[in-house]
């Protein structure tokens, strides 16, 4: 039997568009052969959800932006139990679509034992610009001498007990700034999670499993980011706007992906 492979995914409020295509494609192309299991995060009842027998889905309404992405380790940790079955685990922005297959080169070993992805915003940009967190109260801040790539936040993972001891870390770092330290990090989890690295050798991954749509990069597309824009916005997504996105146009939009 291959290894298992749990796969985080939240698409509370309006993300839960996102879902069949991430599933169909995920399926299909994330390490094939592979026996994977999503946990979904959400409120939704939505048909797509309900229908096949290696995604489960746990109840979380949606908290609002930025506690949305901010308690995402939050919500990982509320399934640390369930997680414990795993040889890997890996979480995944809503937005994304898995269009080449990807093999297990991807997965670290027992030396680099976290896997990220490097910015596609930051990965030519001189450490200067880096978007860390800079205030030293936070548990997410990184010295100016230190720091040597910028990490998404929107594909990170590992083998099992290390992504858990990820997960248990940056829910109490995250806690920890908002409760004692009254802040929140310049990038919410993100922040946090750049900190995190810091002080490991994960594997890195380029901008290829990261690649926003409708920009040019020196990358083959092998995950993409969807544009929110074309969904509403940002905005519109994290439900500060009214204007929800027209949903029919959204699905043709998706069903382009289709794959
Ligand atoms: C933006 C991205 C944010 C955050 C930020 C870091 O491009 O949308 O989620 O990663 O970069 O500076």
Not at 35 to 50: C, W
Not at 119 to 134: M, N
Request: glycine share 6%; hydrophobic share 35%.
């Amino acid at each position: 039997m291959k290894n298992k492979v749990a796969i985080l995914y939240i698409c509370t409020g309006n993300y839960v568009i996102f879902w069949e295509n991430f599933y169909k494609s995920f399926s299909r192309h994330f390490l094939p052969g592979y026996q994977k299991k999503y946990f979904v995060f959400t409120e939704s009842n939505d048909a797509s959800l309900q229908t096949a027998n290696d995604v489960r889905v746990i109840y979380q309404k949606k908290l609002g932006w930025p506690y949305d992405t901010l308690y995402r380790f939050r919500m990982f940790y509320s399934i640390d139990e369930q997680l414990k079955d795993f040889d890997y685990i890996f979480f995944f922005n809503a937005n994304m679509i898995c269009l080449q297959d990807i093999d297990d080169r991807i997965l670290p070993n027992e030396q680099e034992r976290l896997v990220v992805v490097k910015h596609p915003g930051f990965f030519d940009k001189d450490r200067s610009l880096f978007t860390y967190e800079t205030n030293p109260q936070s548990l997410a801040y990184i010295p100016d001498d230190k720091g040597e790539y910028y990490f998404m936040g929107g594909f990170n993972g590992g083998i099992g007990k290390y992504y858990r001891e990820l997960i248990k870390t940056l829910k109490e770092n995250i806690d920890y700034d908002l409760q004692t330290n009254k802040l929140i990090a310049i990038w919410h989890d993100e922040s946090h999670l750049n900190r995190y690295m810091l002080d490991r050798s994960p594997k890195i991954l380029s901008p290829a499993y990261g690649y926003p749509e409708g920009v040019e990069l020196p990358f083959e597309q092998k995950i993409i980011i969807l544009d929110k824009n074309r969904f509403g916005g940002h905005n519109a997504m994290r439900g500060i706007e009214k204007n929800r996105p027209f949903i029919g146009k959204i699905k043709k939009i998706l069903h382009f992906f289709k794959i």
